[in-house]
């Protein structure tokens, strides 16, 4: 019986559905019972895997491309990586911000930006080519058609009637909103965003199907609740609060994740987020 269908977000495509599922239980459970006192149990959760969707095929070396910043493509590639570095920034005294970027060529401008998030508490643990391969990642999604169905098929093949929470992070956070509006059909759901990008204007916000409108983009017709989880130090979703895009329905929850603070991990481990879920579980039982 699947109540909880977990979907993950970027950089994951060297795992599976079973190894990551394991990394992300222990996680979920002990958020669980440290917001609630109640356990859930793994035959209970189940992993919209889509890694492999992303998975070079046919490279030398480990398994990724050799890129660098000469191969970062103008427009989203660039754009999402400068917003990273201008969050992380923002966020940490030891990452130096941006002068002028317009003035600079993309190149130079695209390797200041990876020589800057080096310095920072979360992309410190990341090569260059990975930081560049997950840009590439949500260009891909959002401009491969078949990526971007391909990946929403995942999490709509896990989705049962039993299902009563679905739970995001990061990228997968987009895949569950266009997902959920794309099944007006599915049973009543309830959703947990963790370090969710999906406010963010032009990048990712304005490319949503179906399209915002006015400003305001629409609700997920299946949802009936939803809980939007976000550590202030996560550089990946540097607008913290949705429900100003997504509206008032969504309950905006603030964590601290320490200095991994996208890991979805401490997202998991939190106290909020237990008791966000423990309770969205209980509502969506009665």
Same mark, same amino acid.
């Given at each position: 019986m699947t109540r909880?269908?977990?979907?993950?977000?970027?950089? #994951?495509?060297?795992?599976?559905?079973?190894?990551?599922? %394991?990394? *992300?239980?222990? !996680?979920?459970?002990?958020?669980?019972?440290?917001?609630?006192?109640?356990r859930i149990a793994s035959h209970q959760v189940s992993m919209a895997f889509y890694g492999d969707l992303f998975r070079p095929s046919g490279h030398r070396g480990i398994g990724i491309p050799d890129l660098d910043a000469s191969d970062v493509r103008d427009g989203l590639e660039r754009d999402l990586l400068l917003e990273w570095w201008?969050?992380? !920034?923002?966020?940490?005294? +030891?990452?130096?911000? @941006?002068?002028?970027?317009?003035?600079?060529?993309?190149? %130079?401008?695209?390797? +200041?930006?990876?020589? %800057?998030?080096?310095?920072?508490?979360?992309?410190?643990?990341?090569?260059?080519?990975?930081?560049?391969?997950s840009?590439? #990642?949500?260009?891909?999604?959002?401009?491969?058609?078949?990526?971007?169905?391909?990946?929403q098929r995942r999490l709509a093949e896990k989705v049962t009637s039993e299902t009563r929470l679905i739970v995001a992070h990061s990228l997968g956070t987009i895949v569950a909103y266009e997902a959920l509006c794309a099944h007006p059909q599915w049973n009543d759901l309830a959703l947990v965003t963790l370090g969710s990008p999906l406010?963010?204007?032009n990048l990712v916000f304005d490319r949503l199907v179906p399209p915002p409108a006015?400003?305001?983009?629409? *609700?997920?017709?299946?949802?009936? +609740? *939803? %809980?939007?989880? =976000?550590?202030?130090?996560?550089?990946?979703?540097?607008?913290?609060?949705?429900?100003p895009r997504f509206g008032p329905r969504v309950r905006d929850i603030s964590v601290?994740?320490?200095?991994? =603070?996208?890991?979805?991990? @401490?997202?998991?481990? =939190?106290r909020d987020t237990g008791q966000a879920i423990a309770g969205l579980l209980k509502t969506g039982d009665g």
């Amino acid at each position: 019986m699947t109540r909880i269908v977990l979907v993950h977000g970027i950089a #994951q495509q060297f795992k599976g559905p079973d190894s990551l599922l %394991a990394d *992300w239980y222990p !996680a979920l459970s002990d958020g669980i019972t440290l917001g609630s006192g109640e356990r859930i149990a793994s035959h209970q959760v189940s992993m919209a895997f889509y890694g492999d969707l992303f998975r070079p095929s046919g490279h030398r070396g480990i398994g990724i491309p050799d890129l660098d910043a000469s191969d970062v493509r103008d427009g989203l590639e660039r754009d999402l990586l400068l917003e990273w570095w201008q969050a992380a !920034a923002a966020q940490e005294d +030891r990452v130096p911000g @941006p002068d002028a970027p317009a003035r600079l060529r993309t190149p %130079a401008l695209v390797q +200041r930006a990876l020589n %800057a998030l080096s310095h920072s508490s979360f992309f410190a643990g990341l090569s260059e080519r990975m930081l560049i391969f997950s840009a590439r #990642q949500v260009r891909m999604y959002f401009t491969q058609p078949e990526i971007r169905l391909g990946v929403q098929r995942r999490l709509a093949e896990k989705v049962t009637s039993e299902t009563r929470l679905i739970v995001a992070h990061s990228l997968g956070t987009i895949v569950a909103y266009e997902a959920l509006c794309a099944h007006p059909q599915w049973n009543d759901l309830a959703l947990v965003t963790l370090g969710s990008p999906l406010a963010i204007r032009n990048l990712v916000f304005d490319r949503l199907v179906p399209p915002p409108a006015d400003g305001h983009a629409r *609700w997920p017709a299946p949802v009936t +609740r *939803w %809980a939007n989880i =976000a550590d202030k130090g996560d550089a990946v979703c540097p607008v913290k609060e949705l429900a100003p895009r997504f509206g008032p329905r969504v309950r905006d929850i603030s964590v601290h994740n320490g200095t991994k =603070a996208h890991d979805v991990r @401490p997202y998991l481990t =939190a106290r909020d987020t237990g008791q966000a879920i423990a309770g969205l579980l209980k509502t969506g039982d009665g």
